[in-house]
């Protein structure tokens, strides 16, 4: 009896002494954040003390007086109780030291679903266009350079000989404005550059050609005829100038006739009629002489107004020739930076693929007539090799444990788990907030996941990935012990318990 009293004394002794640790262990429970370590504090002492207590009974029991162990069958089975003590200690040793210190991982789960299009390509068409043939359908899978669609090539293809043809035209009659400009005898046409964009230009250089002369001729009929003009003012200044040298011999002639007379008649030998019919032919002939020499400045002048007027339609016909010359280049500079955009469109009358992959979302249908929108979408492409993202929905309550760049697991439930990978992947988007399902009302946080394409391809060829195929998702949140795991509720409840209300 004083053994047992000894034992209960070291048991009561033993507790007493981690009292204080399992009180603070249990602060930490009480405050929901317990560890590894508090949950050993609590449940060790109490194994130990319910094992200790245990011993202690059975040894009271065997010391009762009507207790009487059978000595022959205890010797008989003391090596397989032994035995299988020993086998129970171990294994509940080792299951309960694995259960309480080995790491688990810890993960918040979600439903998502596989889309691409964190890596599709939209295949879209810059100025639309008739639809003349459709040569993928949903689903197919194309390389780079495939031809997904072809266009009717008529529009484009008659804006762009339109456009050089107008080209054309426009070298040859800059080449003819510049040979004007500098009264070139011929024109120096650039038949190379004329013969990459028409393969017929000569009916544009010979009526080029003819314009040159007949303007030439034009501008050189309206020059001669001002020379002329003033070659026969000259010719009649020439005329009055023999005229009025004449006028001075008779002027002379007759100044000294007067003077003769003048001197009879002073001396009566002469009579005063005579006198004034001199006197008067002498003033006529001076007035005549006179109006001659008016008529000479006047013609003069008019020679100096025909000499300008041939200046003027020279420097009009050099003016005009220069406007159009400065007209005609910045058309031509015009027309050659728009030929590439409509080469460009003409050879984008077939749409083709820009990268391999899977079509997806085929949006037109109607072949040999159906109109593309400019800028419309046609069909979207998910590469091979792209990255593959899965859209998870995460409940309001594992929220605050998910973050961008942390690790995930997905797990495609189309398929066998037996022999397929898991996908690894880091959490590429988390949303600022929560949303609703349309359908159930149910509240979730839309979370991306991105998947490389080393993971996926590790699949294998067989293992096909579609838009849409259901997947799960675990967001690994850190370790924690199966002993945390399996007291966490009751942790959870005694928390909430021990609270004031």
């Known amino acids: 009896m004083d053994r047992i009293k000894e034992l209960f004394a070291m048991a009561a002794t033993w507790i007493g002494t981690g009292w204080h640790e399992i009180s603070v ?19 060790a002492p109490a194994a130990l003390a319910l094992l200790v207590l245990t011993i202690l009974a059975v040894r009271a029991l065997r010391r009762r007086p009507g207790f009487r162990p059978v000595t022959a069958l205890s010797q008989v089975t003391r ?22 210190l080995a790491p688990l991982a810890s993960a918040a789960l979600a439903v998502g679903v596989v889309n691409p299009d964190g890596s599709r390509k939209t295949v879209q068409h810059l100025e639309g266009g008739i639809i003349k043939h459709i040569h993928v359908r949903e689903g197919d899978h194309v390389t780079a350079g495939d031809v997904l669609v072809t266009l009717d090539t008529v529009r484009a293809r008659a804006r762009v000989e339109e456009l050089r043809e107008r ?21 120096n046409f650039p038949e190379e550059e004329m013969a990459r964009h028409s393969a017929a ?10 314009l040159f002369r007949t303007r030439r001729d034009t501008q050189a009929s309206r020059e001669h005829i001002l020379t002329k003009r003033m070659d026969q003012l000259r010719t009649e200044i020439g005329g009055l100038q023999q005229v009025i040298a004449a006028q001075d011999r008779q002027i002379e002639l007759l100044q000294q006739e007067l003077e003769m007379t003048d001197q009879l008649y002073e001396r009566g030998l002469n009579r005063l009629p005579q006198v004034l019919g001199l006197q008067r032919g ?4 001076q007035a005549d002489q006179a109006q001659n020499r008016a008529t000479v400045a006047r013609l003069q002048q008019q020679i100096g107004e025909t000499e300008l007027q041939l200046v003027a339609t020279r420097q009009q016909g050099m003016e005009d020739v220069s406007s159009d010359l400065a007209q005609i280049r ?5 027309m050659r930076s728009s030929l590439p955009e409509r080469l460009d469109a003409l050879s984008r009358t077939q749409i083709l693929a820009p990268i391999s992959g899977r079509v997806l979302n085929l949006r037109v249908t109607t072949e040999n007539g159906g109109v593309l929108e400019p800028g419309g979408d046609i069909l979207d492409i998910v590469p091979d090799d792209g990255r593959l993202v899965i859209d998870a929905r995460v409940r309001p309550n594992d929220i605050e444990t998910v973050y961008p760049g942390m690790s995930a697991r997905v797990l495609l439930t189309a398929y066998s788990q037996r022999n397929l990978p898991h996908l690894y992947g880091t959490v590429s988007v988390v949303a600022a907030d929560r949303l609703q399902d349309d359908r ?3 509240p979730y946080f839309l979370v991306k996941v991105t998947v490389t394409p080393e993971d996926v391809s590790a699949l294998g060829h067989d293992v096909q990935i579609l838009s849409g195929m259901p997947a799960d ?17 009751m942790m959870d409840s005694l928390r909430l318990s021990f609270r004031e209300s």
């Open 25 to 43: 262990a249990w602060e930490a429970v009480l405050t929901g954040t317990p560890g590894t370590q508090e949950l050993m504090t609590i449940l």
């Open 79 to 100: 090596g397989p109780r032994l035995l299988g003590l020993l086998a129970a200690l171990l294994f509940f040793g080792g299951f309960g030291a694995w259960a309480f």
């Open 167 to 187: 080209l054309v035209f426009l070298l040859a009659a800059e080449a003819r404005l510049e040979a004007e400009l500098t009264s070139a005898p011929e024109i």
């Open 201 to 210: 230009p000569g009916p544009l250089i010979s009526a080029q050609r003819n």
């Open 282 to 285: 002498l003033a006529s002939l």
């Open 330 to 334: 910045s058309e031509l500079a015009s």
């Open 440 to 442: 159930t009302g149910e």
């Open 473 to 489: 998702v675990m967001l690994l949140t850190g370790e924690r012990s199966l002993a945390r795991y399996l007291f966490k509720p």
